[in-house]
Structure formats: C-alpha cells, structure tokens
C-alpha cells in the first residue's frame, strides 16, 4: 500500500505545481522608454523588452527571463516562477523516487534483492502475483524519475552559468538573439560573472520580481 510519508510529498507537488503555473511567469506588459540600450523591441507585442526577455509563440507574449514553455501545463517558466519550477523538479524526484522504489520492491520481492533485481527479472513475480497495475505504476514512476532528474541537472548547469534554456538553445543552433550573444560562446555568455555571482544574481532577482509583483498588486 501506500504509506503516509507519500502525502508530503503529493502536497509538496502540489503547492509547486500552483505557485509555478498559476502565476504571473514575468510577462512583459509595460512599454519601456526606447533609451535604454539594454532593452529591444517585439514586432509581434508591439512593445519595447528588457534583453533577456522572449516571445512565447505558445502564450504570444513576451517574458522575462524565458526559459521554456512548459507544454504539460501549457504555461511559461519565467523570472518570476523559475525558482518554483526548481522546487518542483525537486518535489517530483522525490515523490517518484519512493514510489518507485516502494512499488518495485512489493512488485519484485524483498526490499534486500533490490540490488540484484534487473527489470525482467520482475517478470515471474508480476505473473504470480498479478501485480501488472504496480509494475506499470513504477516503470512510470522511474520514466518520471529519471526525467526530473535530467531536466535539474540541466537547469542547475544554466543557472551556473547565467543562461536561460532559451538563450542556451539559441546559441547551440546558431540563432543571433541579440548582439551580445551573438558571437558569445556557449560558457562564456555576456551575462557570466562567476558561478558564486550568477547563483547570488538567480536568487536575488527571482526575490526582487516577487517583491515588485507584491507591490504591484496592492
């Protein structure tokens, strides 16, 4: 059965999931003044963006930030829900990581032949137990798993270097985003001020455009 301990990590999942895709992901709504160098314009909203905001072809607006467009929950991950969205990532490996070790284990034996069981191994238990629906339950877990995983380790890299999922894809396809990463190479970005800085900097500016958000709204 399933133990207790799965309900912190369903609540966990879930506060991350409406924090991260029921907000405001940092979308760009104010025109700014056409001054500042570090701001460019988007034909399609019609209006002036801070650099390292882009288009959303799915949302069709512009974001601060962007880093990619969730399609699971159909909404962007931006500056302002990005640290969210890591919490997430966090939370599913956690809940995946029980479940799937709990379900193979009452699946395919002892909790001591973990070590020594491989997936096909699981065969003759499954046939003799009749427990196809747990089997299937923690392959699924373990795809979800093993996907966290890659997609934490991925936002860890680009949060060390100071780059978003966007400018990183743009730069490994050749895309010229804008004149200061285009000739960048990929870890030697404009926006690279040392792994200790560019965590300090993600950190900060999530805290700073929920503050202003907060502000916003009073």
Not at 109 to 114: A, D, H, Q, S
Not at 196 to 218: E, M
Request: charged share 15%; glycine share 4%.
């Amino acid at each position: 059965g399933i133990n207790a301990e799965y309900g912190d990590f369903w609540l966990m999942v879930y506060l991350s999931v409406l924090y991260t895709f029921k907000q405001d992901p940092g979308k760009v709504a104010v025109v700014q003044s056409k001054n500042n160098n570090h701001l460019l314009y988007c034909e399609k909203c019609s209006l002036i963006k801070p650099v390292r905001a882009a288009h959303c072809r799915f949302c069709d607006l512009c974001v601060d930030r962007y880093d990619h467009h969730n399609i699971w929950f159909d909404q962007c991950v931006g500056a302002r829900n990005h640290l969210s969205f890591l919490i997430l990532l966090v939370a599913l490996i956690n809940l995946t990581f029980s479940t799937a070790w709990d379900f193979f284990g009452s699946t395919c034996g002892k909790r001591e032949e973990y070590s020594r069981l491989a997936l096909p191994n699981c065969l003759p238990y499954i046939s003799a137990n009749k427990s196809s629906v747990l089997f299937a339950i923690g392959l699924f877990s373990l795809v979800v798993l093993l996907a966290s995983i890659y997609q934490l380790l991925v936002q860890i890299k680009l949060i060390t270097f100071n780059l978003t999922g966007y400018e990183e894809r743009c730069l490994r396809r050749g895309y010229p985003i804008h004149d200061d990463l285009l000739h960048s190479h990929y870890y030697h970005s404009p926006f690279h001020k040392g792994f200790k800085n560019n965590w300090y900097t993600f950190l900060l500016s999530v805290k700073h455009r929920i503050i202003s958000k907060t502000l916003d709204t009073v």
